[in-house]
């Protein structure tokens, strides 16, 4: 039997694109032996989601890495080490022949407790630059003849040259239901009929609320041409009703393949499962990245990348409602633009990481 365990959390984006692996996988270990389970943050919406995809899950304590000293720091270097303690003790029971990091503060205890047993260590980096879970993972993937996988070209160019033979280009995972979404199954979840324009406006999995300001300064602009699709965020307070042309939803889950394939325009933030899932299904974006004191910056350079290659305009984090109306307003009168960057978007989103991962591991393990 081959044993494969995965890990990552924090974040509905470390954990959707560890499952669009595990779904390819799951294609390729066809009438093989095999097991797949999953080890996360004991705390958070890591739990709901793994088990929500029909995946195994072993929970462990988890403490966040962070750059500078809180008074939190204590006691996350005590979570970090019950949880390094904790996944060895589930690898080696477990017997598992390779970890899959997906990264995230919650896949570093895993990686190390893997390294420590002997068992190669494999880890995806989505963003433009490697974040500080990948940078301090990459020790583990050294030491255990492992593989690293990176959505963009250019991010090769950061990482250690030790290690760039050891890495392949795969673009971000996309879960296969995104490439197989139905435009009129997310229609009919909206109720709304064929010939209504979709804008769907996406805050990330928490939402966002400059995102939310934004999309209620300009709304009556935006509905002068599209029905406005709005996914506020469920931690997010709304007041905003549902009227004629606006369609305001704290989350959408099973059906948000559906409804994004139903979009002609998306606007949102330029984390990785965004663009990605929009790119994979070849939609023009619009993007607003998170920025300032709180990010490392991977939205913006994620949105860089977008608009240099011709699939998104992006719209700075002060950008105001009056340059979003300006922007959607000249996409909606503009097909031919709208197609060009519909191309460039399926251009990025053909390369599917799912599958190139998938291939990977199986190789390394001789399945």
Do not use: C
């Given at each position: 039997m081959v044993n494969i365990a995965f890990t990552g959390g924090g974040t509905g984006g470390h954990i959707y694109p560890g499952l669009a692996v595990v779904e390819g996988l799951k294609t390729r270990l066809t009438g093989l032996d095999y097991r797949l389970f999953w080890i996360g943050s004991n705390a958070g919406m890591d739990r709901s989601i793994v088990e929500g995809a029909g995946l195994e899950f072993f929970g462990i304590p988890a403490g966040r890495l962070r750059r500078y000293f809180t008074l939190k720091t204590i006691p996350d270097i005590f979570r970090v080490a019950a949880g390094f303690c904790a996944a060895r003790s589930i690898l080696k029971k477990q017997k598992v022949d390779i970890l899959f990091s997906k990264g995230g503060f919650v896949s570093v205890p895993p990686c190390v407790a893997a390294a420590s047993l002997g068992i190669p260590v494999f880890t995806h980096e989505s963003d433009f630059s490697p974040g500080l879970a990948t940078r301090l993972n990459l020790r583990f993937v050294r030491r255990t003849g492992g593989r690293i996988f990176v959505s963009y070209a250019d991010t090769v160019e950061l990482m250690p040259a030790d290690l760039k033979d050891r890495i392949t280009i795969s673009g971000n995972p996309v879960r296969p239901v995104f490439r197989a979404a139905d435009p009129a199954q997310g229609r009919a979840f909206l109720g709304l009929g064929e010939q209504e324009r979709i804008l769907l406006v996406l805050g990330g999995s928490q939402g966002a609320q400059e995102v939310n300001a934004?999309?209620?300064?300009?709304?009556?602009?935006?509905?002068?041409?599209?029905?406005?699709?709005?996914?506020?965020?469920?931690?997010?307070?709304?007041?905003?009703?549902?009227?004629?042309?606006?369609?305001?939803?704290?989350y959408i889950r099973d059906e948000?393949?559906?409804?994004?394939?139903?979009?002609?325009?998306?606007?949102?933030?330029?984390?990785?499962?965004?663009?990605?899932?929009?790119?994979?299904?070849?939609?023009?974006?619009?993007?607003?990245?998170?920025?300032?004191?709180?990010?490392?910056?991977?939205?913006?350079?994620?949105?860089?990348?977008?608009?240099?290659?011709?699939?998104?305009?992006?719209?700075?984090?002060?950008?105001?409602?009056e340059n979003l109306s300006r922007m959607v307003s000249a996409l909606a009168g503009d097909s031919r633009k709208r197609e060009a960057m519909a191309e460039a978007a399926r251009r990025i989103g053909s390369l599917d990481g799912a599958a190139i991962i998938g291939d990977s591991i199986c190789n390394f393990t001789g399945v």
């Open positions: 934004l999309i209620r300064a300009a709304l009556e602009d935006l509905r002068h041409h599209y029905t406005v699709v709005h996914q506020f965020g469920p931690e997010q307070q709304w007041d905003v009703p549902k009227t004629e042309g606006y369609i305001p939803i704290p948000m393949p559906h409804v994004l394939a139903a979009a002609e325009l998306i606007v949102g933030r330029s984390g990785a499962g965004t663009v990605w899932e929009s790119a994979a299904l070849g939609k023009p974006m619009i993007l607003i990245p998170l920025s300032g004191s709180g990010t490392r910056g991977d939205q913006v350079e994620n949105a860089r990348f977008f608009e240099r290659e011709g699939a998104a305009l992006v719209l700075p984090g002060q950008g105001g409602a």
